[in-house]
């Protein structure tokens, strides 16, 4: 087993068309779960870290099913909860070509998003742990969820352990009363890594730039604990095809991975998940550079996979890096 | 085109397990629409009537498909609108053998529920009708759709419309404040026909008894615009296997159907209200034995169907009814 | 391999719901082939016969695809035809409970039922033959068809090849300007083994009787030929749940197989060209009462297989007929 | 709603092959509807138009299945009638790479060329109509449906009525005894708006020429009354991928569209029949040049749709008009 | 968390038939994972207990996929080790009616046969361990398997663990040049309760008998250790219908349950191991006639599953025992 | 019919994931059966010549099912024999985008490596052959399938028989104590047309050259009676887009296909296979030029059909000889 992480955040079931049929045409959904943080942690479970997932199902077989899938893809459910409220859903009309892939979410009054943050002892959840990580969707979701988030935080300084939040700004989020200036603030205070684009430094942090570096710059002012900004550029051609590239400004300058063609992507879902993934896995064992280039490949090679989580082998990243015989049939 | 029927209700997106699969093991459900009203309502298209549906949908593909859907089973959908909040669903867990179909709703906050009864120009909608039907799933949803029912009852009395009631008590609904003893009795006041065993009757119209006949003439008493009460009696050997009869309290005599076996049964969800459209249909159309008949015969051929609708014609329930030469293949 | 047999007649795409789906609802249909003669056929190649089947297919790719069906499951396909005109097909609404299954059925102008009477060789066909079948179906489908029928009998005749002959009259058919009468008399006088019930003696031979054993004796009178007439009864329940016996007049008595209970039936069609086809495995190998208690036998297995055709092993039915722990999983 | 809009022409099963396989392979196929002036009915419908259809289905379940597609996808079918004759059908063999898709009819004898033209009252039919849309394969199929096609024609003209006429020649077609030259001409006498290639002006109007705007020059000088000529260039690099551009010749010049690029094509069945329904609507709501723009979008759409509908919103047609962040998530 | 359990035994790769189809028409398959000592730890997992399975998997994804799934279910697999070998695999055709389900094994060389019985430490394994679970099939694999096991006996006696051993001969197995009964008998002397037939009895113990009772006693005899002998009695209808008794020996007398008919079978497989797994949980929670009972009821519910595994909760095995209003839809 | 052909090899069952799912996601796996020489076989079948194949299966249903498959497919199965041991299997995690497809394989032991040579009559089999194919694959399988192998040359050679051997290494195989240096020389000596890389030539001839042309050189003056030897070159851009381009040796010069991009690939598996058949087909029936371009379009299409096998017709291969209008619709 590898180092521990930790990460928080609800998780849905999704509910995706088949056969690149639009919503108006289905008869049967495939049905997967999913959710930011958990494809951040099942990834990391797949590349060999002792993942951890703090979230909350509800009470019935499907929450338990929920809970079962993250299980099967190697995340440690200890800290998974069962609590009063629904399974949050959301309906994935997959695209094509031209065409758009959509969702519908369907989240509110999800169970994680009305537990009580006392059922969480962080002390123990945290114990041991080499990295947090959280996203701006969870204190978007309600005022419990946000307490959860920036008391985990909180033990997460007070035990050393590096925290990586992934902004994640979502305007159909925040419905609780509260915006995102009145708290992304103060847990990015705690955070070392953030993923975060122009119009989450914009909304989130009251950062104005149009350039990413000098928004990196100002943020780095603001929160002087923060040692790696990220991102990716993503080039849509269409929705069967994009390229990607990432992006890692470490304090210093803004590292450049390979720019990758995507041109027969399967399933886009969780691609930004799964760079976050490579991206702690590769700041935990590589260098910069090495680390951006790993993030990248393995956000790529997501998009060839069904379903939210990055289901991928480290060699398997480690070749797409190499960059040769990509995709040659293994015996 | 027959009669004129008008019916109101909430319409759910089911989510049903395949195979015989339980949630737990599900990779992909099958989709399709319903709801208690609805349910009746497609029933007597496929009769042969003109069936109208009254509900509410969400502006998304999704609440279009349910639409759609309706439209596809030849109700009009001139009344159907669209509105603020979810699409209801429920997942289905179909049974087998000694082991119990399950349900699981998820339809708090839909569109229907949320609708606002002054919308639903009931002058219009129930010109010409000949019949109006509603359950007591509405009223249980939301103040909104109670005031929705009641209005739309008023103007079908000063109409002179037929109209039938499913008590239908769903402990698990009633949230929003009130209790079906608040509510029912009023709208029974304008009801000629309900459906209701003897537990709706105590809860919903606050009569004990432990006799069908006795709770029908006690309900007559109360409330003398009754003409019929009719319930079925479902006898449960497993899943797989049921025992359907129906029962007619016209006023003066209970009637009673034959007694059904249904040893292979594909679907029983809709079963009742296969029974509560037959019975309307032969409440038009025949004398009352040959009802009650009628309604039992269509309920038992709704199990052999998947999904919540009836798909019948009415020479297929009239051959059901002879009882000769049962389902023997039609070339 | 054993012993030749020949049959001829037309095979068509069967087209059928899933899921016990009604045609109303269907997304998707299976798809394979069949026919009453091919049935036979693919059931005695199954046996261990040498199997041919006359026939022909339009010059496409469906038609490859069901010749090649053909030669899957065993069946020598050396005088399968190509010509012109259509695929045959059929449309099959699975039943079930007490909803009937229903057939579509979409072959006129089908190839086979087109096809050039002289392009067949019945002396090569039918060299070293020692059973030849056909059934009613062919001569009500052309002229062409009912000459075709003929020359291969008189070739027969000449070739003492034994001769069985499925009556099954099929009042939708016989479109072509003649009647059964015109022609089955004629056909029948080259036959020794019938299945025949009332109604075909009745519609075919002309013979009124509602006494199988009386209606096989004034057969007999007129076609002094006859060595067997048989027929199976089949008492339905419902379409989930079938009774089986099967009757066998031999020139003197009528003898009869068990009665067998089947009442989880998975695919009826074809349960009549099973029971055929056991006859002809039985007359071959066995006494008279063990040849009509395998071919009962053999049917109620077919009605546990998918699609037209009875694939099973000769000691499946075997075991069948021996009664014991039936159904015990073999491993 | 908006503006009427009327289609004449008949509907077919189309059964098409899965998960790329050849006809060979199947086990199964996909069911759904259409036919080349119903798929500009449903695209119009679902671009928010009052677009009614006009044709005939056999009397079973599965020709009402066919109607209720329609009627499902918004098609008003108030003039879909009940006949003799077959459901016509097409099976479709999905191409891929290098690989052709194929396409094998079955739809002689089908229920809609077999109308008596005295059962269409088009005084009604198109009353209120701001469009009158036909295509070439409709007086293909048998004199009656010519007769209808232009019996239509003569009334549209009548009341006004803008019409479009899709030559669309197919060779195959025309097996009743006149050629397109004995009938197209004077169908086209009655038409504003024609999509027609060089071959179609050639086998139908008797216009030889290589150059598209001369070729409608001289269908200018011969039917004065034709306002508009439209076509697509289609390069095919391979059944995965083509190219598409929209021509619109409007009396004086002839306008292009963007060329798009389409390297994952999911289904180009209706391609033709999107462009010409973009086209109506574009036509009856932009200029000239929006309009050819819109026409071309909307087919490029209907490639990534399977089934022959281009199931799509106006917006989504907009946004790949603009053609930034095409195929970007939308939640 | 329950009590511990500890399971050992191989694991296969199950690949099943679907829609009732024979091997010969298989197009896809099913698969799921399983083995019967598995089975009975799922089972108990499902039930509550902390439940662990020790065997071994090749190191392909295949083999993570089956660990995976363990995992999914609940199965604590801490001491799932990775080994040389092949995933064993078993290919199951359903069975209906009268036909009767096959099994096809393919699992000599699984990498769990192969396993250096030094890898397992069962000092750490039997910690604190309540009870272990062996079945007759581990030792007819290899000698390290039987090995294995005695040394598992050997602790779990050291420690005071009640120990089960489902005898259950097979004659296919025993390949590696020892017989049941230069095994068995040694392995028996360590286990408190036992699954076993009069054939196991004779086989493994050689113990000669026609009577159940009888055996057991001269079981207790030989190894007085015995506190309870139990089997099922299975009387097969058809492979759809089976009824199914349980019999529980507990040294002075036989127990026996209910008897359940079980006419509408979904999947059997399994339902022996399912019995034991209820007969654990009985025998560790209830007196002994609700301890055999449970343990029937359990297996009826498994008939109902399918895949191998028993996936029922605790008061789902109640209520059946109950027997009222059995299969009745839970909402 | 046409020329006659022999091949012989293993036939294995092929169980690969649906819709792109990896390996750790199946719940079902797609079913058909292949092998390098069958394949070679079956594509040569299709276009038209007379194939038989050589193999054994083991004797049960889903041995059966293999062999139904190749006589589905078009192949003669005189020459298939059942034998003890299994059926080899394979499974194909299907790639996409940068995850390259993996397969793994599970064929030791299988029926046809345990075959008796004794039980091939190759004067028989080979009588009246025009051509003879083997691979590298069989010879590494076991003693037995080498001395095969060896004895159908010898008797090729005898008869003059044209040979062609797919030398094909495969480094996992040759585990009975031999490598394919004491055993392929002696093979290849009996061969006309040898497929050859530059690592086959170094591992199984002994053959050190980083230049194709100068290794075919060295193995002429080494093998005199080699008149051709060919390879493709694959460019992996990705598991989805492949170029190839077929070379062809011809004692005199090395002749080149056409460069085919394949940018959008369906099933890769059997491209080799395709590849070889259609050079036998191309040497066979044109000069050499267009033999290699047949080939490698031929290949090409391969790469567009699910399956081992290339189920394509000669026109279609021709067609994409052509270039022009690739993939367009056929009606």
Redesign the interface.
């Known amino acids: 087993m590898g180092k521990k992480i930790v990460t928080i955040g609800e998780v849905m079931m999704r509910?995706s068309t088949?056969?690149?049929?639009?919503?108006?045409?289905?008869?049967?959904?495939?049905?997967?779960y999913g959710g930011s943080e958990a494809n951040v942690c099942i990834s990391l479970a797949q590349l060999g870290l002792e993942a951890y997932h703090v979230t909350a199902f509800p009470v019935?077989?499907?929450g338990?099913?929920a809970s079962?899938?993250l299980?099967?893809?190697?995340v440690k459910t200890d800290f998974v909860l069962e609590g009063e409220g629904?399974?949050g859903?959301y309906?994935l009309?997959d695209?094509?070509?031209?065409?758009?892939?959509?969702?519908?979410?369907?989240r509110?009054?999800n169970a994680f998003s009305k537990l009580d943050p006392a059922r969480l002892d962080w002390e123990k959840i945290l114990d041991g742990a080499d990295w947090f990580h959280w996203s701006g969707i969870t204190p978007a979701l309600s005022q419990n969820a946000a307490d959860m988030t920036l008391e985990a935080l909180k033990v997460a300084k007070s035990k050393g352990i590096m925290v990586s939040g992934d902004i994640n700004y979502?305007r159909?989020l925040w419905q609780y009363g509260k915006g995102p200036l009145d708290i992304m603030p103060e847990l990015v205070r705690y955070s070392h890594v953030l993923v975060a684009g122009l119009t989450d430094f914009e909304n989130c942090l009251d950062i104005q730039s149009d350039d990413f570096e000098d928004a990196c710059r100002q943020a780095k002012k603001d929160f002087p604990q923060i040692k790696y900004i990220t991102k990716t550029n993503r080039d849509?051609?269409?929705?069967?095809?994009?390229k990607l590239k990432g992006f890692l400004w470490n304090g210093t300058e803004t590292l450049k991975s390979k720019r990758?063609d995507?041109?027969?992507?399967?399933?886009?879902?969780g691609g930004g998940d799964a760079f976050m993934a490579g991206l702690i896995y590769g700041l935990l064992h590589f260098d910069d550079q090495k680390a951006i280039e790993f993030a990248t490949?393995a956000s790529?090679?997501k998009?060839?996979?069904?379903?939210d989580a990055n289901?991928?082998h480290l060699d398997?990243v480690m070749?797409?890096m190499k960059g040769k015989?990509?995709?040659?049939?293994?015996?």
Chains 1, 2, 3, 4, 5, 6 share one sequence.
């Open positions: 509910l088949v056969e690149k049929e639009r919503f108006v045409q289905v008869d049967a959904m495939k049905v997967v019935h077989d499907l338990q099913a079962n899938y299980r099967q893809m190697g629904r399974l859903l309906f009309e695209g094509a070509m031209q065409r758009a892939p959509r969702i519908i979410y369907d509110f009054d979502r159909n849509s051609i269409s929705a069967s095809h994009n990758y995507m041109p027969n992507i399967i399933d886009r879902i490949a790529v090679l998009h060839s996979i069904p379903g289901l991928v398997e070749e797409v015989d990509i995709g040659k049939l293994k015996r």
